[in-house]
């Protein structure tokens, strides 16, 4: 796990700052994994929004933003940035693992990628590298299901979404199913490999933002602050593209203009909605499927809409 102690720079914000900002700063540690979608965790940090807000953060990075949910349990760390399915087997384990918000929808984002072959007819018999317990996990299920495949047809090989390209340019694996900045890296340095298929065509898959429970509810204060700096960083991330980029670009020390087309295939969110909700069931199910929910739990379970709810009403519909 890499940590990350970078410098906030300053930028406009769209939220009034609260006047607690300018007292001494409340230290949180938050989490996720290496790419744009994950934006407003780096421009918070960059951008300044944090420490307006009277926040000291600690951003630690992992190999995924899923990866990085489980820590949580137990308040290892007071916030994580993941996909859906890695916040439900969180919430198992530790129902103080919950949902505060929707962070990303990966609108053009994830694809199944593969070398040498045509299409998924073709994919056949072939080893498909998957991210077990991530986003490529979960569309890779939608796949299965939405185009009434039998799973039998494919040997699935888990793969750590960083180290997808490598195996598939050794022969590891013939194809993966998985996020930016992955198929696009692969695209650009694998000769004869092509996306046979992309999330447009199945499902939105969602990036929600996470946090403990108990510890939120002891630390009101704090997680207000948070949600508020993140708010601001998503609005930013809208306003100004081409200057988040460059915080983002910064912060994960990448090409600007590679991370700003990236980040021009999400929706950046903040917000609760029905179909955020929607995506939460679609993991349960997927769990129930696979037999790894360990016991029955409802989307009104996993989400808690407090935190949301006290600094911007208007962000939850749900």
């Known amino acids: 796990m890499l940590r990350r102690h970078l410098l906030a720079a300053g930028a406009a914000t769209a939220l009034p700052l609260p006047a607690f900002a300018q007292g001494s700063p409340i230290r949180i540690t938050i989490a996720t994994g ?85 299409n998924m007819e073709a994919l056949k018999g072939k080893r498909v590298g998957v991210a077990r317990g991530t986003g490529s996990e979960t569309f890779w299920l939608s796949v299965v299901a939405k185009l009434n495949l039998n799973p039998a047809d494919y040997t699935i090989v888990n793969v750590e979404a960083p180290e997808m390209v490598a195996a598939l340019e050794r022969g590891n694996i013939d194809a993966f199913a998985v996020w930016e900045p992955w198929p696009t890296r692969a695209l650009r340095a694998i000769q004869g490999t092509k996306i046979i298929l992309s999330n447009e065509e199945i499902q939105i898959v969602r990036n929600y933002v996470y946090m403990n429970k108990g510890w939120a509810e002891q630390n009101m204060e704090a997680t207000q602050r948070l949600m508020r700096s993140l708010i601001q960083a998503q609005e930013f991330c809208d306003s100004n593209q081409a200057e988040a980029a460059a915080q983002a670009a910064r912060f994960l020390r990448q090409d600007r203009a590679f991370v700003q087309e990236l980040m021009g295939k999400v929706g950046y969110r903040m917000n609760l909605t029905q179909d955020s909700v929607a995506n939460v069931q679609l993991a349960i199910d997927q769990l129930r499927g696979m037999g790894k929910l360990s016991r029955e739990v409802t989307p009104a379970e996993v989400i808690w809409k407090a935190p949301l709810a006290a600094v911007a009403p208007d962000r939850v519909r749900i």
């Open 34 to 118: 290496v790419d744009p979608s994950f934006a407003p965790f780096y421009v918070g940090k960059e951008g300044g929004f944090f420490q307006r807000n009277g926040l000291e953060v600690t951003v630690n990075t992992g190999p995924s933003g899923s990866a990085m949910v489980a820590f949580l349990i137990g308040n290892q760390i007071n916030s994580a940035y993941g996909a859906e399915q890695a916040g439900v087997s969180a919430h198992l384990v530790d129902p103080n693992v919950v949902v505060v918000c929707e962070g990303t929808a990966l609108l053009r984002w994830i694809s199944i990628l593969a070398r040498g072959v045509e």
